[in-house]
């Protein structure tokens, strides 16, 4: 994800460790995080699952011209290597991943291990300041989380709760919004055969306003306001609309993540696509990831999930959107990168 955005001081370790939950919107477990700087400023940060142990070698090989692509999008030119987990599992993985990033020139600042509270660096063997037996640290009680919270940044407790934060509403609330995309499905189609094709794109362009007002004052949509909206995305007139109406504001994030999260499942693809897409502007790389697992779980071949997938595979920065929209501009950089 970016940061170019964030002004945290991190002056040690600790100071980065207390940060990286911060940066990728939850507490990592078991993973292995990237962090690019260009000079003293984080300029992304990424996570990955640990491979098991026995695809250590494959999970490198495939890993590693993704992440320098990141890192060169980003311009990037020093690395952070965190792990995340005991010793067993991290140190195979420091010992295959960090030359290779080091032969493609990219200068490794440091690679630290977090295992129980304490931290172990790789690179580093003195003792005077990183001992044999590893520094412990309290995030909880770090200047940099207070930091972090008073600038409104916020950290869930794993990805799991992440996941879980824009998952389909369940009880009440999903058969609220079931009995409400019923009338809504019933309506549209009552408007298609009255007024024809151009009074539904209408239709989803004023609901579409109402949506954007509603959650620009931190309102959100009835039941059948948002049952309304979510049948009328899939018209793809409106869901570009409503792309090209979405950027990287805090608000647009919780609309849609309000829309996917209360949608029908079935309906979710265009809500969850555009959080991603959002998401991914905003440079929270997870959050948008997760997304994109929604709208796929949706409808497994919706384009515009494929799209940003694209863009978020090809280690592009969100700014290369700025001005957007330029979808010609877009596609021949995704050409470009998939020929380097």
Known sequence: MDHSHDRVPITSPADLLAAVPYLLGFHPTDSLVLI????????????????????????????????????????????????????AAITPVMDALNPRLTATGIDLFDALRVTDGRYF?????????????????????????????????????DRDALVASIAPATGPARTAITRATTRAKAHRSALVRDAGRNALINAGADMLRTALTRYANARTLTDDELAWLTVLLPVTAIRDAAWQATDSQPWHLAMWA????????????????????????????????????????ANPTYSLAHLIDQLIRAGLPSSVLDGWPDLDQLHLRLLGDADA
Do not use: K
């Not at 490198?60 to 965190?82: F, G, K, N, W, Y």
């Not at 309290?138 to 008073?150: G, K, L, N, Q």
């Open 258 to 297: 309000d829309i996917t999260r209360r949608a029908d499942p079935a309906l979710a693809a265009p809500p969850a696509a555009l959080l991603a897409f959002a998401a991914w502007r905003r440079g929270d790389g997870a959050l948008a990831s997760i997304a994109l697992d929604r709208a796929l779980a």
């Open 36 to 87: 690019g700087l260009t000079g003293p400023r984080v300029a992304v940060a990424t996570r990955t699952d640990l491979p098991h142990p026995d695809d250590v070698a494959a999970w490198v090989d495939e890993l590693t011209p993704s992440q320098i692509r990141t890192l060169h999008q980003a311009t990037a030119d020093t690395a952070i290597v965190i792990g995340y987990g005991p010793a």
């Open 121 to 157: 660096s790789y690179l580093c063997q003195n003792p005077a300041c990183c001992p044999a037996d590893g520094t412990p640290f309290d995030p909880h009680r770090s200047d940099i989380t207070m930091h972090a919270i008073v600038a409104g940044c916020h950290a869930l407790p």
